[in-house]
Nanobody
Framework: VQLQASGGGLVQAGGSLRLSCAAS????????MGWFRQAPGKEREFVAA????????PYADSVKGRFTMSRDNAKNTVYLQMNGLKPEDTAVYYC?????????????????????WGQGTLVTVSS
């Protein structure tokens, strides 16, 4: 099971980036996939998550209205479109996956609920 995140980079405040996370090996087509981030010196925090059918799609308050998560089940890939980026969005972004698909929203926000993690992609937002 592998998750490969990509799309990070350096962007000015107010700019946009789109992160991708491709899953290979075991499929997660019916599971929940999520994005988390970890800034230097801080704990990993929840960003967004999505069930396979989009019926549950929570976002962190700090990114709501600016970030949009989507997924292509046929490609086993999820995306995180990030608009209106701020310096405080600077972090390593990780994608994560689990296979049950039965997580409630509160559990979808917990890193411990996910079975597999990608290697992370660095997003740097300059002011």
């Amino acid at each position: 099971v592998q998750l490969q995140a990509s799309g990070g980079g350096l962007v000015q405040a107010g700019g946009s980036l789109r992160l991708s996370c491709a899953a290979s090996g075991r499929t997660f087509s019916r599971g929940v996939m999520g994005w988390f981030r970890q800034a230097p010196g801080k704990e990993r925090e929840f960003v967004a998550a999505r069930t396979w059918d989009g019926s549950r799609q929570p976002y962190a308050d700090s990114v709501k209205g600016r970030f949009t998560m989507s997924r292509d089940n046929a490609k086993n890939t999820v995306y995180l479109q990030m608009n209106g980026l701020k310096p405080e969005d600077t972090a390593v972004y990780y994608c994560a996956a689990e296979t049950t698909g039965r997580l409630i929203i509160s559990t979808m926000r917990r890193a411990s609920a996910y079975e597999s993690w990608g290697q992370g992609t660095l997003v740097t937002v300059s002011s």
